[in-house]
């Protein structure tokens, strides 16, 4: 698990993200609230977890992004707020 | 697994108004029956307070009582309260009847039927113009079609509808149903790449219809103008156009050449980015875990 210091960061495992619940702190075209869809496994097995597939509630668009975005609190709220 | 042999299939019901406050009766009710159960089910239309004559296939609700199978996990964001009850999505029924049991009635059937009798007037990716231009001729013919492009960062998504044949002829009409994307990372000689099919979240009827274009595709999705209308939607960034192996190195080179950012890593940092060394979505915490290493090797060639 990669834990990050600062106080604006949460402590996730990327294992334990799949249907996950986020709220983008600044949602674009009405897409506020988000779930993790897949956690994608690393090419390699010897690697880490590196991304995952968010999906917007609103309009079921999807994207990978670096599941350690989540951690930035300035950015990603976990549940729907 | 059950084997659903009647149904699914609407009846009407007679019930006309108000059931719940932002709740209203479709005059429809889901019916089927199986070897191992049957259900009967009232389908209600939430009223979006704010949009109240935008109507989405996600807008129709069943009570979650006489639902008599397990639904997927997932579905439980697809439920919500009401004063008649605990509600679910009429879609995310059908999904999970359609994963977990064998149904005879082809969906596509059922979603035709829907279509004739529940007042469907929008949907979050309507149709674009050429869109059915931009899919293999094969997968046009069953209704697919490309309905819009999303680059983000490295990558573009192509996203598909699916779309009722009733609109099919109808050069106005913009309704269809999400049917999943692929994700394409362009390589640097402007081609797609494979691609990765990102079907939608096991909960809507896009998912069935998602895993249904994707069971068709297997010789590819895209006609020749998708492929070139995904290129030019694509982002086409420096890095983009560099390989892994030029990208490392333009890098490093970057690095040398800015010696006075060596003891500033966030500056070193937000420096690349702004030379478009990496995506635009990556985050400059991401590259300043790189940095160090790449100091390294600017100061040993």
């Known amino acids: ?81 | 697994m059950a084997t659903v042999s009647i149904g699914p299939h609407l009846i009407k019901n007679g019930m006309r108004g108000l059931a719940a406050p932002e709740l209203e009766h479709t005059g429809y009710t889901l019916e089927l029956s199986s070897d191992e159960f049957v259900l009967n089910a009232s389908i209600y239309r939430q009223i979006r307070s704010w949009q109240p004559t935008k109507i989405l296939i996600d807008d129709f609700f069943v009570q979650f009582d006489p639902v008599p199978f397990r639904l997927t996990p997932a579905s439980e964001i697809r439920e919500k309260d009401s004063a008649i009850g605990a509600l679910v999505s009429l879609d995310a029924v059908l999904c999970s009847l359609y994963i977990k049991h064998e149904v005879k009635r082809p969906i596509i059937s059922l979603l035709q039927e829907l279509r004739n009798d529940l007042p469907l007037n929008h949907c979050s990716y309507p149709r674009i113009e050429n869109g059915s231009q931009m899919i293999r001729e094969d997968l046009g013919n069953l209704g697919f079609e490309v309905v819009g492009f999303f680059p983000y960062g490295r990558t573009i998504t192509v996203q598909f509808g699916w779309v009722f044949p009733q609109d099919r002829l109808e050069a106005n009409s913009k309704l269809c149903l999400y049917a999943g994307s692929i994700e394409f990372k362009p390589r640097p000689d402007r081609t797609l790449g494979k691609g990765a099919w990102r079907p939608p979240l096991e909960v809507t009827v896009s998912y069935l219809l998602a895993d249904w274009l994707e069971s068709k595709a297997k010789k590819g999705v895209l006609s020749e103008m998708g492929v070139q209308a995904a290129v030019d939607n694509f982002k086409w960034t420096k890095v983009s156009l560099l390989t892994n192996t030029e990208a490392a190195k333009a890098r490093i080179d970057f690095v040398r050449d800015h010696p006075e950012l060596h003891n500033n890593h966030q500056s070193l940092a937000k420096a690349l980015k702004d030379a478009e060394l990496y995506s635009d979505t990556m985050e400059i915490y991401a590259i300043k875990k790189q940095v160090l290493k790449l100091i390294e090797k600017a100061k040993a060639q």
């Open chain 1, 1 to 81: 698990m990669t834990q990050l210091p600062s106080k604006n960061h949460h402590q996730l495992n990327p294992q334990k993200l799949r249907l996950s619940k986020w709220t983008a702190v600044n949602p674009q075209e009405k897409e506020k609230h988000f779930l993790v869809t897949k956690v994608i496994d690393p090419e390699q097995p010897k690697h880490l977890i590196e991304l995952v597939v968010m999906e917007a509630v609103l309009t079921k668009r999807s994207f990978t992004m670096r599941w350690e975005d989540l951690t930035d609190a300035t950015k990603w709220v976990q549940g729907w707020v």
